[in-house]
Nanobody, 126 residues
Framework: QVQLVESGGGLVQAGGSLRLSCVAS????????MGWFRQARGKEREFVATISGSGSLTYYANSVKGRFTISRDNDKNTVYLQMNSLKPEDAAVYYCAADLFPSSWPTLGQYDYDYWGQGTQVTVSS
C-alpha cells in the first residue's frame, strides 16, 4: 500500500511561483515513476509532468514545458513540482500519482498510475 500526500497549493498572482510537494509512504518509491496531473473545474484530468524512479528522466506536457520543473528526493520519498510564470489557465487541483512498476517511458496515461494523492488546489489570479 502506498499513500501520497500533496501540499504546497494556494493562491498566487499570474506570473508568480509555487512549489508543490508530494510525500510518499512505502518502500517502492525509488523504483516508481511519479507523475503530476491536474484537473480544472469542469475539465478532465490532464497530464502535467512525470519523472523516472532515479530522477534522470523527465517529461512535460507542452503547456507547461519551460515553466514547470519536476524533481524528486528519494531519500525523503518526496516528489516536487516547481511552477513558475503561472497563468490563470494553470489553476486546477493538482494530483501526484505513482506508477509502481513502470513498463515504458514516459508514463502519460492516468490509468497507468497505481496510486493517487488527494490533490492540492492551485488558484491563479489575473
Amino acid at each position: 500500500q502506498v499513500q501520497l500526500v500533496e501540499s504546497g497549493g494556494g493562491l498566487v498572482q499570474a506570473g508568480g511561483s509555487l512549489r508543490l510537494s508530494c510525500v510518499a509512504s512505502g518502500r517502492t518509491f525509488s523504483s516508481s515513476s511519479m507523475g503530476w496531473f491536474r484537473q480544472a473545474r469542469g475539465k478532465e484530468r490532464e497530464f502535467v509532468a512525470t519523472i523516472s524512479g532515479s530522477g534522470s528522466l523527465t517529461y512535460y506536457a507542452n503547456s507547461v514545458k519551460g515553466r514547470f520543473t519536476i524533481s524528486r528526493d528519494n531519500d525523503k520519498n518526496t516528489v516536487y513540482l516547481q511552477m513558475n510564470s503561472l497563468k490563470p489557465e494553470d489553476a486546477a487541483v493538482y494530483y501526484c500519482a505513482a506508477d509502481l512498476f513502470p513498463s515504458s517511458w514516459p508514463t502519460l496515461g492516468q490509468y497507468d498510475y497505481d496510486y493517487w494523492g488527494q490533490g492540492t488546489q492551485v488558484t491563479v489570479s489575473s
